[in-house]
């Protein structure tokens, strides 16, 4: 079984029917994920019941009859667990599919039941969340919406909830891409921007032309996610290049300049860094090129008064999830040797299609909670969500900075 976001072989010829033979290739591996559907509102849900944890880290089994996959996590106020993911037959666009959510109180022990947030309409399937918070305590929620013909176009959508996850606003259209190879993934974050105001920020990768040229890209919000706007690109592939091609994106900010963005390609995770809040990416080089990482996740992340950056995938010569750091200090000055030393793996080899699309959210004490999703062996297409705790702080050698402290501000909230 193919994922949608499997890094996409070159296009390097000049003839037209060669360009057409890759578009119509590159839609057919995306079609080999998942679909979404135009969401529906959200209607107030009483408490629902809580179902018991298993003694593995499993807390939705698919039991042969659902694919869970392509979710999130955060922590809300009070340390409530908000969780959205994608619930379909399988794990490819097929239609039919849905958004579901879900909360704990317990630190991910126990979880309420699955309430779908949005469903797809025929012809059409949904996929891809991202989740963020703001400040503010607002909880907010992407996701892709997309044909399941190879045809598009492709919606971006998005919801929030200002009641800690317990109702959702009408999901809204941010963003309209003319094909079908287009997808919304990555984490939503934030930093402080001028007049007190709170910048989220959620990257994307989708087709862009005919020819076809690839973009990633970053949307931002200045109004607490009720509106975004396309940035600058991280990432533009242009048809013919000899470049990599990146895909699966996400983005860890130091302040509200410095950020850094994990893209996925078939040579490794590429490192960009942007000094001018996202106006300006450059590419730093890759790490992890010896293995198959697929589904960054960065986050930045503080302990014993020294920042590092945490990048999450999953290694699909393994089958497991792993996770890579570096100093902060030292990706300022362009300096990626951490990633090589620092490296561990979290989780064992079951995923068999190793797929994980593993993200995580932290708690105010530093300790964390991941979700991942394991996906079952052949004739098995369905799948379950594993929540399980982590402690960043206690497996992170720390190391003396590269030339001293990084000096910025205390990292913004995810």
């Known amino acids: 079984m193919k994922s949608a ?54 807390r939705f089994q698919g039991a042969g009859r659902f694919h869970r996959h392509f979710g999130d996590v955060v922590v809300g106020r009070s340390d409530r667990v908000i969780g959205v993911h994608r619930r379909a037959s399988e794990h490819g666009v097929k239609g039919h599919g849905e958004i579901v959510y879900y ?50 176009p492709t919606y971006f959508r998005s919801a929030f909830s200002d009641d800690n996850g317990v109702t959702w606003s009408k999901p809204t259209t941010f963003a309209t891409i003319p094909y079908a190879y287009a997808r919304a993934y990555g984490t939503i974050k934030s930093f402080e921007g ?46 013919g290049s000899s470049e990599s091609l990146y895909t699966e994106t996400d983005v860890a900010w130091i302040d509200p300049s410095t950020g850094f963005a994990v893209s996925r390609s078939n040579s490794g995770l590429g490192v960009f860094r942007s000094s001018g809040g996202g106006t300006d990416w450059k590419l730093l080089g890759r790490i992890a090129k010896g293995e198959r990482p697929v589904a960054p996740a960065a986050y930045v992340f503080e302990s014993q008064g020294s920042k590092v950056l945490l990048v999450f995938y999953c290694d699909r010569t393994s089958n497991t999830t792993r996770v890579r750091w570096a100093p902060v200090a030292a990706l300022l000055k362009n300096d990626l040797s951490g990633f090589a030393r620092n490296m561990k ?13 593993q993200k995580v959210a932290f708690y105010p004490d530093g300790t964390a909670l ?37 000096g910025s501000k205390k990292p913004p909230a995810r």
């Open 5 to 58: 976001h499997t890094a996409l072989g070159h296009a390097g010829g000049k003839a037209w029917s060669f360009r057409v033979f890759l578009s119509a290739a590159l839609i057919a591996v995306l079609q080999g994920q998942v679909a979404f559907g135009q969401p529906a509102v959200a209607p107030a849900q009483e408490r629902p019941s809580v179902e018991k944890q298993a003694d593995d880290g499993i």
């Open 103 to 152: 909360t704990s109180d317990d630190h991910g022990r126990t979880v309420s039941k699955e309430t779908v947030l949005a469903s797809a309409e025929p012809g059409r399937d949904v996929r891809d969340v991202a989740m963020g918070t703001t400040p503010r305590g607002r909880v907010l929620t992407v996701w892709t919406d997309t044909s399941v013909s190879p045809a598009g």
């Open 194 to 239: 001028g007049n007190g105001r709170s910048v989220l920020t959620v990257p994307a990768y989708f087709q862009i032309n005919e020819r076809p040229d690839y973009k990633v890209a970053l949307y931002r919000s200045e109004d607490e996610g009720k509106t975004w706007v396309e940035g600058p690109p991280i990432d533009i592939h242009r048809n």
């Open 345 to 357: 793996v979290l989780s064992p080899p079951d995923m068999g299609n190793a797929s994980g699309y």
């Open 370 to 406: 991941m979700v991942e999703f394991r996906e079952k062996g052949k004739g098995d297409k369905s799948s379950d969500v594993r929540l399980t705790q982590v402690s960043p702080s206690q497996w992170i050698k720390q190391e003396p900075p590269a030339g001293g402290r990084d």
